[in-house]
C-alpha cells in the first residue's frame, strides 16, 4: 500500500509519496546524546544524538516549558542522523527556566520512539526578538484622545516610515458593547456637535 504527504518548505508545497512497510514491529532508534540531560544552558547550543531505522520516515525535535503542555517543533527532516546533530537550542530567545525537549523518531511501519532531556536555560544573553513604543503626541481633539506613536520591532525586516523595523501608529476612541442597553424603547443618541463625545441613553 502507498500513502502520498505533503512536505512543506516555507510557503511552497510537494507531493511525496512512500511506501508502507507492512509487519514492521521494530522501533526506531531515538537517542538525544547531547547537551547531557538536566544541563544548564547559557549559549546557542547544537542538540547531538542518533535518528534511525531501517525503515525511516522522518524524526522532529520539539520543546515546551516544563510546565507546559504543548510542544512547539525547532527541527525536523527526513533524513537519519547517526550521531550527528539534530536541531539548534538557541537560549537567547528563551525566558530563563526548564524546558523539555523531545525527539520524535516515525518508521514507514508506523513505530514511533521518542527520547527526552530536560535543559536548564539561565543568563543574560537575549539577543532574540525586540520592540519598544516611543509616544510622540498625545492631543484631545474635540474631546476626542489621539495618540501617535512610532514603534520598533527586530522581528518586522520591512522598510517602515522611519527605517527598517519601524511602524507608525496612530491610536483614538475605542468604543465597544458589552452588554444590551435595554430589552426594549431605548436607544443610543450622539450628542449635538458641542465638543462633547457623550452617548446618553433615551
Given amino acids: 500500500m502507498r500513502q502520498a504527504g505533503a512536505v512543506v518548505v516555507g510557503e511552497?508545497?510537494?507531493?511525496?509519496?512512500f511506501a508502507v512497510v507492512a509487519g514492521d514491529v521494530v522501533s526506531?532508534?531515538?537517542?538525544?546524546?547531547?547537551?547531557?540531560?538536566?544541563?544548564?544552558?547559557?549559549?546557542?547550543v547544537a542538540i547531538?544524538?542518533?535518528?534511525?531505522?531501517?525503515?525511516?520516515?522522518?524524526?522532529?525535535?520539539?520543546?515546551?516549558?516544563?510546565?507546559?503542555?504543548?510542544?512547539?517543533?525547532?527541527a525536523e527532516s527526513a533524513f537519519p542522523i547517526a550521531g550527528g546533530v539534530l536541531a539548534a537550542f538557541d537560549p537567547t530567545v528563551l525566558a530563563n527556566g526548564?524546558?523539555?525537549?523531545?525527539?520524535?523518531?516515525?518508521?514507514?511501519?508506523?513505530?514511533?520512539?521518542t527520547d527526552e532531556a530536560t535543559y536548564v536555560v539561565d543568563g543574560g544573553i537575549k539577543i532574540g526578538p525586540f520592540s519598544v513604543t516611543f509616544i510622540d503626541l498625545s492631543v484631545l481633539l474635540a474631546g476626542i484622545p489621539i495618540e501617535i506613536s512610532r514603534t520598533y520591532d527586530s522581528?518586522?525586516?520591512?522598510?517602515?516610515?522611519?527605517?527598517?523595523?519601524?511602524t507608525l501608529g496612530v491610536r483614538t476612541l475605542d468604543l465597544q458593547i458589552n452588554r444590551r442597553v435595554a430589552t426594549w424603547g431605548w436607544r443610543?443618541?450622539?450628542?449635538?456637535?458641542?465638543?462633547?463625545?457623550g452617548l446618553p441613553l433615551e
Fill in 12 to 17: 511552497a508545497a510537494a507531493l511525496a509519496v
Fill in 28 to 44: 526506531p532508534v531515538a537517542e538525544i546524546a547531547s547537551p547531557a540531560d538536566n544541563a544548564v544552558v547559557t549559549a546557542p
Fill in 48 to 74: 547531538t544524538g542518533t535518528a534511525t531505522d531501517a525503515n525511516f520516515l522522518r524524526y522532529e525535535v520539539a520543546i515546551r516549558p516544563a510546565g507546559g503542555s504543548s510542544f512547539k517543533v525547532i
Fill in 98 to 113: 526548564t524546558y523539555i525537549v523531545r525527539l520524535s523518531v516515525l518508521d514507514l511501519g508506523g513505530n514511533v520512539t
Fill in 155 to 166: 522581528r518586522e525586516l520591512s522598510p517602515g516610515e522611519f527605517g527598517f523595523g519601524w
Fill in 188 to 197: 443610543i443618541r450622539q450628542s449635538p456637535a458641542s465638543g462633547s463625545v
